[in-house]
């Protein structure tokens, strides 16, 4: 079983070494970034013994760059730095408060999006946001660096396609071009500091015209994963994002989500539920898009 | 287990510790470092009975872990009042009787003190949605939104 024990190691490599020493040794490991999903479930859930190796005091981990093309965010930014961050919240608003909208001021001064990509929760609120963006995951590991597509990351509830020898460096998001616009709504049943019972994100872009010409649709809470849903951004891409496209597009969320029933919400409220944000999340991106 | 040595600076005093690497860093203050004045309500994140500052950000001392603390500056609650001289928020949480059973009331006020040096004229309903991370059972909150508003005004223009 073993003994707890820390590390926060210096540099990418070392972490790597660490992490790959540890795997073939039978060690197992945790890493660490803000702390508030992995001390609760030290205290609760799982109360196993482990090396839990901090990646806090990596350069490449507070990376925060905004490029023509990319914009970087490091797996460690908590939060309250995302928020504090205005030509950031003006580009990816919908990302930015998908953030915000979990936990409290405290919560925030920790939390990361690289941390609730990694806890792989079926209800993470930034996963949907970050599927609408696009964005991909920059993993390391001790085959060197991988990219993949954020909604190929998580595979289950709780797990993500990461072997223990790797972690996450950062998020990759495409920055955006032209009229484009995002959103993020989740529904909880209290104004704020809750759990999702079902959540929509979307991204699209405009032409001059105010036809859509590109479109991104994730939901969460309703599916053991959050989803990319090709055929609610289809519905949108092509047309003026009138109500007649937004409740196609509502009507492809319902239709992609297969949630099970537990204290937060039935499977009915949760189909209608998730389709009613996608409705809302498309027309407030339109508006952005628009502005 | 194999401790853990930091040091870290902790009311702007430098500090040496042993932890033990599961510790919290609410652990280190209260039976590492004696400073009990930052108290555990659910060890959790939830209450924010644990808020201290780390490196001028606030945070629940419950969900960071104490070997974390290594070189950074930590404030808590015991570095608020200057001697026997009350922090104007403490002093106002006192005037409108913002505290009956007081375990939440150090969290608050550091909670609170974060809130005032990084919007010295929150309104209401700023306050509220800051502070929504602190839990009293006692107060129902409109007192201790009312003595931080107080004190907001007091520190804008003193008495």
């Keep these: 079983m073993g003994d707890y024990a820390y590390a926060a190691p210096a540099t990418v490599d070392s972490t790597v070494e660490l992490l790959s020493s540890s795997a073939n040794s ?34 490449e981990t507070n990376v925060l760059s905004v490029g023509e093309d990319e914009i970087y965010i490091g797996a460690a930014i908590p939060s309250a730095i995302l928020n504090e961050n205005a030509e950031l919240k003006g580009l990816l608003p919908g990302l930015i408060e998908s953030a915000d909208l979990i ?22 609120d930034t996963i949907p946001a970050l599927i609408a963006n696009s964005a991909v995951c920059h993993i390391v590991g001790a085959d060197g660096e991988r990219d993949v597509p954020v909604e190929d990351f998580v595979t289950g509830v709780g797990t993500n396609c990461m072997a223990p020898h790797e972690f996450l460096l950062g998020l990759r998001v495409p ?60 519905a949108l891409i092509g047309t003026q994002v009138d109500d007649d496209a937004l409740n196609a597009a509502a009507d492809a969320c319902s239709a992609a989500a297969s949630p099970i029933s537990d204290k937060r919400g039935t499977v009915e409220y949760r189909i209608k539920v998730v389709g009613v944000l996608c409705k809302r999340a498309g ?9 | 287990m194999a401790k853990v040595h930091v040091s870290t600076t902790v009311n702007g005093q430098p500090m040496d510790v042993l932890v033990e690497p599961n510790d919290s860093l609410l652990d280190t203050l209260r039976d590492g470092l004696g400073l009990t004045g930052t108290k555990e ?41 200057d001697g026997d001289g009350l922090h104007v928020i403490q002093q106002k949480f006192l005037e409108h009787a913002a505290l009956q059973c007081g375990i939440c009331t150090p969290g608050f006020i550091v909670a609170a003190k974060a809130l005032l040096e990084k919007n010295p004229n929150p309104d209401e309903t700023t306050i509220r949605y800051w502070l929504a991370g602190n839990l009293c059972r006692c107060t129902g909150y409109d007192k201790i939104v009312r003595a931080v508003q107080d004190a907001a005004d007091e520190l804008a223009s003193p008495a």
């Design chain 1, 175 to 234: 920055t955006p071009k032209g009229n484009t616009g995002d959103a993020y709504l989740r529904f909880i049943p209290r104004t704020e500091m809750d759990i999702a019972v079902a959540g929509a994100g979307v991204r699209l872009t405009l032409d001059d015209s105010g036809a859509c010409t590109a479109a991104r649709v994730g939901i969460g809470a309703v599916a053991p994963t959050a989803l990319v849903v090709s055929e609610a951004a289809d």
């Design chain 1, 103 to 124: 936990g409290s001021t405290q919560i925030q001064g920790r939390a990361s999006i690289g941390g609730n990509l990694c806890n792989s929760s079926p209800a993470g």
């Design chain 2, 41 to 81: 309500g659910c060890a959790t994140g939830d209450c924010g009975a644990c808020s201290v500052m780390l490196d001028g950000r606030l945070v629940c001392s419950c969900l960071v872990l104490g070997a974390e603390a290594e070189g950074k500056t930590i404030d808590t609650i015991e570095g608020v009042a």
């Design chain 1, 26 to 59: 039978g060690t197992r490991t945790q890493v660490l970034a803000g702390g508030t999903d992995v001390l609760v479930q030290m205290r609760s859930t799982d109360r196993g013994a482990r090396l839990i190796v901090d990646i806090k005091q990596l350069a």
């Design chain 1, 283 to 291: 027309a407030i991106a339109r508006d952005r898009a628009k502005a």
